[in-house]
């Protein structure tokens, strides 16, 4: 009996960063294995066993990381706020747009007044340049509907993009996001109305992986997001929250009390809430895109999280107001540049700690046997170059559950 290896697919010619544990973990002169869009083997290339592939391909050169996975985006949306960067470049704060109708308002505004289609085309763009830049998981929130009707819109929206383009997405209900206008100056019956109609709608719908809010002063009180975070775990979804980004809230810790798969922005956190993230299993996530766009100064505390060993993830947030960003690489760049992270840090910062933030840490994130085979080739000579080139075209290939989509 034939005891050689059997798989669909195998891939040469090409150094891996594998990222396990979050470290570079290199193969040099590689092969990967691919067998029902999974890894089947994985090693250098002279250690391949007797094989049989029904197809071979030989990547001639460069460096193979797992597929980027961008865990926090905002990528559907009506319009656009371009003029709100004017007017911060004139000196407006965002926290002055905000309480004058602009900022999310804005966005909700012009979102309500799109269709579900309008909604597709327009974010179909913007992945396309994520994916362009080695993307192939993203995840997309709502909370630019913030009623039952328009947020599942854009949950729709965003998962149709999946159809769309050869990109994984998870999708998440953001409707603690802002305050609709006719809930003005009601925010509690606000939260019992995401509580009491819209959470179950969406959960009944099956449209939402997860679940986040804003808390913020000109977002909502930790209260507030304790209650709507009651009832999404009472639905059997996960959390996440956007916090600390402004200010320091205590809303970091009250999610780590709910096991949230992250928090996100952190920039006020304190070792109090890095002690709850550790103890919680809670990802950091990092944006610098829009500590950027803000022109914030305090930064997130790295070193904590370092000592706290507190995986530390980073994403484009990718929305209309703080963070038009389209690439994730760059995000990776300013991680290193604004926060200090290494290149390594960086890399395991969009992929295996971008997967734990996504609930994703036993399928994706990594490159070893078992899980799914997303991996890009890149034309780079270090896998540091990837957090040192600011612009530019690195993707040489990329595969998406063991098929080529580019390259
Ligand atoms: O992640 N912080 C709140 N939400 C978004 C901003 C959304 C907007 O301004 O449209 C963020 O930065
Ligand atoms: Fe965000």
Same mark, same amino acid.
Request: aromatic share 6%.
């Given at each position: 009996?034939?005891?050689?290896?059997?798989?669909?697919?195998?891939?040469?010619? =090409?150094?891996?960063?594998?990222?396990?544990?979050?470290?570079?973990?290199?193969?040099?002169?590689?092969?990967?294995?691919?067998?029902?869009?999974?890894?089947?083997?994985?090693?250098?290339?002279?250690?391949?066993?007797?094989?049989?592939?029904?197809?071979?391909?030989?990547?001639?050169?460069?460096?193979? @990381?797992?597929?980027?996975?961008?865990?926090?985006?905002?990528?559907?949306?009506?319009?656009?706020?371009?003029?709100?960067? &004017?007017?911060?470049?004139?000196?407006?704060?965002?926290?002055?747009?905000?309480?004058?109708?602009?900022?999310?308002?804005?966005?909700?505004?012009? @979102?309500?007044?799109? @269709?579900?289609?309008?909604?597709?085309?327009?974010?179909?763009?913007?992945?396309?340049?994520?994916?362009?830049?080695?993307?192939?998981?993203? &995840?997309?929130?709502?909370?630019?509907?913030?009623?039952?009707?328009?947020?599942?819109? +854009?949950?729709?929206?965003?998962?149709?993009?999946?159809?769309?383009?050869?990109?994984?997405?998870?999708?998440?209900?953001?409707?603690?996001?802002?305050?609709?206008?006719?809930?003005?100056?009601?925010?509690?019956?606000?939260?019992?109305?995401?509580?009491? &109609?819209?959470?179950?709608?969406?959960?009944?719908?099956?449209?939402?992986?997860?679940?986040?809010?804003?808390?913020?002063?000109?977002?909502?009180?930790?209260?507030?997001?304790?209650?709507?975070?009651?009832?999404?775990?009472?639905?059997?979804?996960?959390?996440?929250?956007?916090?600390?980004?402004?200010?320091?809230?205590?809303?970091?810790? +009250?999610?780590?009390?709910?096991?949230?798969?992250?928090?996100?922005?952190?920039?006020?956190? @304190?070792?109090?809430?890095?002690?709850?993230?550790?103890?919680?299993?809670?990802?950091?996530?990092?944006?610098?895109?829009? =500590? =950027?766009?803000?022109?914030?100064?305090?930064?997130?505390?790295?070193?904590?999280?370092?000592?706290?060993?507190?995986? +530390?993830?980073?994403?484009?947030?990718?929305?209309?107001?703080?963070?038009?960003?389209?690439?994730?690489?760059?995000?990776?760049? +300013?991680?290193?540049?604004?926060?200090?992270?290494?290149?390594?840090?960086?890399?395991?910062?969009?992929?295996?700690?971008?997967?734990?933030?996504?609930?994703?840490?036993?399928?994706?994130?990594?490159?070893?046997?078992?899980?799914?085979?997303?991996?890009?080739?890149?034309?780079?000579?270090?896998?540091?170059?990837?957090?040192?080139?600011?612009?530019?075209?690195?993707?040489?290939?990329?595969?998406?559950?063991? &098929?080529?989509?580019?390259?």
């Amino acid at each position: 009996m034939s005891t050689s290896l059997k798989i669909d697919s195998l891939w040469t010619g =090409f150094h891996i960063a594998t990222m396990c544990d979050g470290q570079y973990h290199c193969i040099e002169n590689a092969a990967i294995g691919v067998t029902n869009q999974r890894i089947s083997w994985i090693g250098k290339e002279a250690d391949l066993p007797a094989h049989q592939s029904q197809i071979e391909h030989d990547l001639g050169g460069g460096w193979v @990381t797992p597929g980027l996975i961008d865990c926090h985006t905002h990528l559907v949306f009506g319009g656009n706020r371009a003029t709100e960067f &004017e007017q911060r470049l004139n000196g407006v704060s965002y926290k002055s747009i905000s309480e004058n109708g602009g900022g999310i308002a804005a966005s909700v505004k012009s @979102t309500r007044e799109e @269709t579900e289609q309008q909604l597709i085309q327009s974010a179909q763009v913007r992945l396309q340049a994520l994916i362009k830049d080695g993307v192939t998981t993203v &995840e997309i929130k709502s909370g630019y509907g913030l009623s039952t009707e328009h947020e599942i819109k +854009m949950l729709r929206a965003a998962r149709a993009l999946a159809s769309e383009l050869p990109v994984e997405i998870k999708t998440t209900c953001l409707a603690a996001h802002a305050l609709p206008p006719e809930f003005k100056g009601q925010a509690n019956a606000y939260i019992d109305y995401l509580c009491n &109609e819209l959470l179950p709608e969406v959960a009944e719908l099956e449209l939402a992986d997860a679940v986040d809010a804003f808390c913020e002063n000109i977002g909502f009180s930790t209260d507030q997001v304790a209650r709507y975070f009651n009832t999404a775990q009472s639905l059997g979804l996960p959390v996440k929250i956007h916090a600390e980004q402004l200010s320091s809230q205590g809303g970091t810790e +009250m999610a780590a009390n709910f096991k949230a798969l992250s928090a996100d922005h952190i920039e006020y956190i @304190t070792e109090q809430d890095v002690k709850a993230m550790a103890n919680a299993g809670t990802v950091a996530v990092l944006l610098p895109g829009a =500590f =950027f766009t803000l022109k914030e100064t305090q930064k997130p505390p790295i070193a904590l999280l370092r000592q706290y060993n507190v995986p +530390m993830a980073i994403a484009t947030d990718s929305n209309p107001g703080t963070s038009p960003v389209l690439s994730l690489r760059l995000m990776m760049n +300013m991680a290193c540049t604004l926060f200090a992270l290494t290149p390594e840090e960086a890399l395991a910062g969009v992929t295996i700690h971008a997967a734990k933030a996504l609930g994703l840490a036993e399928t994706h994130g990594v490159l070893s046997i078992g899980k799914v085979a997303d991996f890009v080739c890149w034309n780079v000579q270090s896998p540091g170059e990837l957090s040192y080139w600011i612009g530019g075209d690195l993707l040489k290939t990329r595969v998406k559950a063991g &098929e080529i989509t580019h390259g």
